[in-house]
């Protein structure tokens, strides 16, 4: 068996900062490594239907941006499979076998559901299909018998689920599925980066997000109006960088060449921090620090996007190709599936025969 990556997001908007450190930076890293089999990278439109069923117009829209950002943040449709989720309708059929694995107790214990669920204001009137995600995702994930799968922390809890529903299939019919294991960003600050605005999360719903195809306009206006340290007022005042969103970006973004080449009193990020929470730095010199390391990151996203976007139909053409890719491994898969639980009926030559010897009598 080989080791193979899958991953993806949502498209109900471009993707930002907190999408890019979470997992899309890594999975470019992990395509240039090549020390995977293969790479599968979707976008999870069923998903993102489960809370967005009254504007799948949003969702259509998206598909193009999402795919934009992939390729301009680097990822290679020679290197890995660029697909939809919607056009692999094998991900539906394993969706609703696993579904029989599994109870609403177990579902509704997942504390990343419980979160979606109280985010969404869904306590009271809960989608089914939003419910039902976790199975879905299992699917995503199964079906391609992924060993892999780069995600933030937050996401722990649903491969939990896939875990125990890949266990509870393979003791139940044969061992056709994999267990996948998360790889975690290795930055430990940028598992979760919060929002400009220093919340937990960093959101399109929030308005506190950067874009990664955000103009170096765009990202100043964001930057400089970033949340720092409200106790540090004046220049000279002791500051604190923990939970200040400009030193989690820091510690996310920037490294010792930043400083060389942007800040070269200092040597690298311990320093400044030094002088921070002594006292004697001011917010906004941090912040136009941030402003140069984020935006000397983003450009080559940009020009690259500028390149891209002069040809739309090329990008659909990408994504036909990555779909048709994926839905052959699909295919092969849920034949397996299916033999396993035994409803193969048309291709099960004894079966046939056993009942035409039943019969026969």
């Not at 993102?48 to 941006?65: F, G, M, V």
């Not at 969706?95 to 985010?119: A, D, F, G």
């Not at 030094?274 to 390391?293: A, P, S």
Request: charged content about 25%; glycine content about 4%.
């Amino acid at each position: 068996m080989g080791k193979i990556i899958l991953t993806g997001d949502r498209p109900t908007g471009k993707l930002h900062l907190g999408h890019y450190v979470g997992s899309l930076r890594r999975r470019v890293q992990l395509q240039e490594e090549g020390n995977y089999d293969r790479m599968f990278v979707f976008m999870a439109d069923v998903q993102a239907l489960t809370d967005n069923a009254d504007n799948p117009e949003k969702i259509r829209q998206n598909i193009i941006e999402v795919a934009l950002d992939y390729l301009s943040a680097g990822l290679d449709p020679q290197k890995c499979v660029l697909f939809i989720q919607s056009q692999i309708p094998e991900l539906a059929e394993l969706t609703t076998y696993l579904m029989n694995l599994i109870t609403v107790s177990r579902v509704q214990r997942n504390p990343t559901v419980k979160t979606e669920i109280k985010m969404r204001n869904f306590e009271a009137n809960i989608p089914l299909g939003f419910f039902c995600y976790p199975v879905s995702q299992a699917a995503d994930i199964t079906l391609f018998k992924a060993t892999t799968v780069p995600a933030g922390e937050d996401q722990e809890p649903m491969l939990e689920v896939t875990r125990e529903l890949v266990r509870r299939f393979n003791q139940t019919y044969a061992p056709v599925l994999v267990e996948p294991n998360i790889m975690l960003p290795e930055n430990q600050t940028a598992r979760r980066l919060p929002g400009t605005d220093g919340k937990e999360k960093m959101s399109k719903s929030l308005g506190n997000c950067i874009y990664l195809s955000d103009s170096a306009e765009d990202v100043w206006q964001k930057v400089r109006s970033m949340y720092t340290d409200p106790t540090h007022v004046n220049l000279n005042d002791p500051g604190h960088v923990e939970g200040n969103a400009v030193f989690t970006y820091l510690d996310a973004f920037s490294t010792d060449a930043d400083f060389a080449e942007f800040l070269p009193e200092y040597n690298n990020l311990d320093e400044l921090k030094e002088h921070y929470t002594r006292g004697g730095l001011g917010d906004m010199k941090c912040k136009k620090f941030l402003n140069q390391v984020l935006n000397k990151m983003l450009e080559p996203l940009r020009q690259r996007r500028a390149e891209y976007e002069k040809d739309i139909p090329e990008i659909f053409n990408i994504l036909k190709r990555g779909t048709d890719e994926a839905r052959a491994v699909a295919a092969q898969t849920m034949d397996e599936v299916r033999n396993a639980m035994r409803i193969n009926y048309f291709t099960d030559e004894e079966l046939i025969r056993q009942q035409s010897e039943k019969f026969a009598k």
